[in-house]
């Protein structure tokens, strides 16, 4: 089963047994997936792969990570709680998080295959960095490693 049937399964799962805020964020992810397939339609391609909705998925949680801040910062923890309880749900649905030490190992893997030597470089190892570790690694910090190895 792919993950977007899964998503709608467990939507399924969740509405037939009344749990209130999963079936609010599967909902609003099954309505994220359906909006990128009919975007896509007019490409001839409506079939979105892992990767697509691994996409999806990311954008979401970073979406409720900055509200959450966002709520901390107005001293609404309650708000603040309910979003960091919606991530939980949806990092289920990601494979899991790689830490610094293997973002370190397979950069420098990138940074010796494309001869990246000084900060300047830093376009060309996240180009080829970026897609590999697509919903396994978080934008920021894979940046923020390629950076260490590229001035140390």
């Known amino acids: 089963m792919g993950l977007r049937d899964q998503i709608f399964e467990d939507y399924i799962n969740a509405y037939k047994k009344h749990n209130d805020l999963v079936v609010s964020v599967l909902r609003m992810l099954k309505a994220a997936i359906s909006n990128k397939e009919i975007s896509n339609r007019g490409n001839n391609n409506s079939d979105l792969s892992e990767n697509d909705i691994y996409d999806i998925l990311s954008k979401e949680v970073n979406k409720r990570q ?4 966002q709520y901390q910062n107005g001293n609404r923890e309650e708000l603040a ?3 960091l309880e919606e991530i939980k749900i949806i990092k289920k649905y990601l494979p899991e998080e790689l830490g610094e030490e293997e973002i370190k190992s397979i950069a420098l893997k990138c940074i010796n295959e494309t001869g990246a030597a000084s900060k300047k470089d830093m376009g060309k190892v996240l180009s080829i960095l970026i897609p590999q570790l697509k919903g396994k690694a978080g934008g920021a910090l894979i940046s923020k490693v390629v950076k260490q190895l590229l001035e140390g």
């Open 66 to 69: 900055d509200a959450a801040e």
């Open 81 to 83: 709680q309910k979003e």
